[in-house]
């Protein structure tokens, strides 16, 4: 069994990660523009009308800005939660969006993926982050995420390879030229992830079998790539941790693929 795992984009300006086996192939979250999707799966070997599912985590523009066109024009299955596919519909352009309804918490199959949603703190209305499995292989998946919770801390071990957010550094948001409120709001407990919270999460995890780790969703304006990596690598490094390779993902184009063989 071999799960391979790619960033199509990464950022405020669209979100969305490839993983698929041999006869699965899925993306979690579409917040490119169909488009730039389809090319970008060409890109990594893939195409758009091969893909089996799309699950989505949260109702943010960044997250489903793709998901009406890819599903009528390549055929693709959405899936959302409740809450989530509430709050979509809610919006007119995205009218006629078909949505596959799963439950919080309740593991579900597509194909030989098993994937397991689980609630995040952000804010939005049901907003979750996702392990895949494949056999005995599992990725992480969890942007736009507040705080650290221990429900996250526990989905996340065990997990080979771990999508995590790098949202900001403390420092760089502090001195931003952002209204005081939004920076309230993205440092907040339903806002998203520092480099250092995050890499905090990761040391602590990393001794159970983390192998690959991808640096997602940093701000343009609060972080760089620089920042977000020597924030995790002085960390992990200093945990002892030497066998996680960091990559980052970004806005401008795929992140490096990843075949995770078990
Ligand atoms: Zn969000
Ligand atoms: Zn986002």
Request: glycine residues 12%.
């Amino acid at each position: 069994m071999t799960l391979k795992l790619c960033l199509l984009g990464s950022g405020s300006s669209g979100n969305c990660t490839f993983i698929g086996t041999g006869t699965t192939r899925i993306l979690i979250d579409a917040g490119l523009s169909a488009r730039k999707t389809a090319e970008r799966l060409t890109e990594i070997g893939e195409r758009a009308e091969e893909i089996n599912a799309i699950c989505v985590s949260h109702e943010h523009g960044d997250h489903i800005a793709g998901i009406r066109v890819l599903q009528k024009n390549h055929g693709i299955p959405v899936y959302a939660n409740g809450g989530t596919l509430d709050a979509i519909l809610r919006d007119s352009k995205q009218a006629g969006l078909e949505c596959r309804r799963f439950t919080t918490g309740a593991p579900f199959a597509i194909g030989d993926l098993m994937i397991e949603p689980f609630s995040v703190p952000h804010d939005a209305y049901e907003p979750v982050g996702f392990v895949v499995r494949a056999g005995a292989l599992s990725v992480g998946v969890v942007t736009d995420i507040g705080v650290v919770t221990g429900l996250v801390r526990e989905k996340l071990r065990k997990c080979q390879a771990v999508v995590i957010e790098a949202n900001h550094d403390e420092t760089l948001l502090h001195e931003a030229a952002r209204p005081w409120s939004l920076k309230q709001r993205i440092r907040g407990n339903q806002g998203h992830l520092s480099n250092r919270a995050a890499a905090a999460l990761i040391a602590e995890i990393a001794g159970d079998g983390l192998q690959h780790l991808f640096l997602a969703h940093l701000s343009a304006d609060c972080n760089s790539p620089h920042h977000a990596r020597t924030a995790f690598e002085t960390l992990l490094s200093g945990a002892g941790h030497t066998h996680v390779t960091v990559r980052l993902a970004g806005a401008d184009g795929v992140s490096e693929q990843v075949i995770l063989e078990g």
